[in-house]
């Protein structure tokens, strides 16, 4: 008999390990056990176009319906694992039903955290496709809604219900949203997003009791305080699904604990996603993000330790949101910092905050600046000790900080050819495009991403087929173009979408490439 890999939560993370198995010829089993009745999906377009209904679920899935099975991989919807041999990696479901395994990844996810106070059914959360079929159908024009919590999952709630045209108040118990992860100032900023666009923003603001009546729901505040609402919808973190793990004794605390490697406390067990706290290389502490970057990037490295190729989950923690008409994004992890520098305009919300220790950067927070994230994250993995003038200066670029001298001498050495190769236009000199990098280029007016990867050279369309972002200003890695403002991975060779949201497939160009030049045939 065979190999088969057992992974449990029919999620992102499963999902990305799942495709990753397969692209490392694993020729086994796969089976993914999720206790939803639908096949998985991604969850962060949950609060955002698919609650505006501009997104329906074909849109949104992980992979698409048919995936499954030309790669071979079984799915075990409406089931629960109840536990795992840690000896045999026997995996045991609520029916009864026993899955052999040679290995196994738990990718479980969390679970909202509940309000306290609330009366029975009083307060929506947003977690899965259910939550959001109700919430799609019942906020309409003029409804009140009201969003307890003004993270990233509140304030993009708050953001869609708005755009649908309901009245909205945000209640916040801090003094401004977001204030432990960006600071006050920044906090502040965000605060006056929601203001500008017609938000009741209530700081400062911790609930009491939440209860029914015949003129809707009411929120009654510490400070005795009564709002009324049609719906309320409580975003305050979530809790991991630890409950297999402890019911099959491997080690738990806040969440499942992993190391570099995603290897739990049982051999042959692995975590991946929301519900591991991982031990993280480059931050040097243990982290357990919740985000669908994270596990993505988690899910794959997951897949190839369990293949046998020791591999760390290296990759920085990186979220976005997008509220309104802008693009947040946060990189990094900083739980307290010495300076704060801002490049760009504020009043214009269109800047990055880096946040530095030891004149090193930590974290980076951008409105509208997915490009300089890319940068950013550059910076923390690579501890560049960066110079001040140099991140504030909107006229210098922020390459500076890693430029070298051999660098600048290959962008001079060569001048453009002035003759063409047949049907491939030149496209820009090999010097500019380096290993792992990508150039934004124009040719016979088509906007191209030109990348390099192992030694090769390949250009695709400049935009994302999910919201139209720029490949260009995106990171190349294993044979990928990652955007940068959603994490759509696309092949370079193909141009398929490794990894979501992205579903459908960016044009790609032949290339050529001679005498020090890259040339494109875009006919």
Not at 201 to 213: E, M
Not at 310 to 325: C, G, I, K, M, V
Not at 462 to 488: I, Q
Request: proline share 3%.
């Amino acid at each position: 008999m065979g190999r088969q890999f057992v992974l449990i939560g029919a999620g992102q993370a499963s999902v990305s390990a799942a495709r990753m198995l397969r692209r490392l010829e694993f020729d086994g089993d796969i089976v993914i056990v999720g206790d939803e009745k639908v096949s998985p999906y991604q969850r962060p377009p949950l609060s955002k176009e698919y609650l505006q209904s501009e997104a329906d679920f074909d849109d949104i899935l992980s992979a698409p319906e048919d995936w499954y099975k030309h790669h071979d991989v079984k799915l075990v919807l409406n089931r629960r694992v109840s536990h795992v041999d840690v000896e045999t990696l026997e995996v045991t479901l609520d029916d009864g039903t026993k899955l052999p395994s040679d290995g196994v990844l738990i990718a479980t996810g969390g679970s909202p955290k509940k309000l306290e106070g609330a009366e029975e059914g009083s307060v929506r959360y947003l977690r899965t496709l259910e939550d959001a079929d109700r919430l799609r159908a019942d906020i309409k024009p003029g409804s009140r809604v009201i969003v307890i919590g003004g993270g990233f999952i509140g304030s993009e709630v708050a953001a869609s219900a708005k755009s649908i045209g309901a009245e909205v108040t945000i209640l916040e118990a801090s003094a401004v949203p977001l204030e432990k992860i960006v600071g006050a100032e920044i906090g502040g900023i965000c605060a006056a997003l929601h203001e500008e666009n017609g938000v009741t923003l209530r700081n400062n603001t911790r609930i009491d009791k939440v209860v029914r009546t015949g003129q809707g729901i009411e929120v009654t505040t510490a400070d005795g305080e009564t709002i009324v609402g049609d719906i309320v919808v409580a975003g305050i973190g979530i809790a991991p699904n630890d409950q297999i793990a402890r019911a099959s004794e491997i080690t738990v605390g806040n969440g499942i604990r992993v190391d570099e490697f995603c290897r739990t406390s049982a051999e042959g067990v692995y975590a991946a996603g929301d519900v591991a706290n991982a031990m993280h290389p480059v931050l040097g502490r243990r982290v357990r993000v919740e985000h669908f970057d994270n596990a993505t990037r988690q899910g794959g490295v997951a897949a190839k330790n369990m293949m046998g190729i020791r591999t760390e989950h290296d990759a920085l923690p990186w979220f976005w949101s997008d509220q309104y008409d802008h693009n947040l994004q946060y990189a990094g992890h900083a739980a307290t910092w010495q300076d704060v520098v801002i490049r760009g305009s504020v009043e214009e919300r269109d800047f990055i905050v880096f946040y530095l220790n030891d004149n090193k950067v930590d974290a980076a927070f951008a409105i509208n600046r997915g490009g300089e994230i890319m940068l950013a994250k550059s910076l923390i993995t690579d501890r560049v000790a960066v110079d001040r003038d140099v991140l504030m200066d909107e006229d210098r670029s922020l390459e500076e900080l890693f430029a070298t001298a051999e660098e600048a001498e290959d962008d001079d050495t060569l001048v453009e050819p002035s003759t063409d190769e047949g049907d491939f236009q030149f496209a820009v000199r090999s010097g500019r495009v380096r290993e792992g990098t990508v150039r934004r280029v124009v040719v016979n007016e088509i906007e191209l991403a030109v990348a390099r990867y192992k030694g090769k050279a390949y250009a695709m369309h400049n935009l994302c087929t999910h919201l139209a972002c720029h490949l260009a200003s995106g990171k190349v890695e294993e044979g990928g173009l990652t955007c940068l403002c959603h994490g759509s991975v696309f092949e370079l060779e193909t141009g398929v979408p490794i990894n979501p949201p992205a579903t459908r497939p960016v044009k790609t160009y032949p290339v050529r490439e001679k005498d020090g030049y890259i040339y494109v045939s875009v006919k």
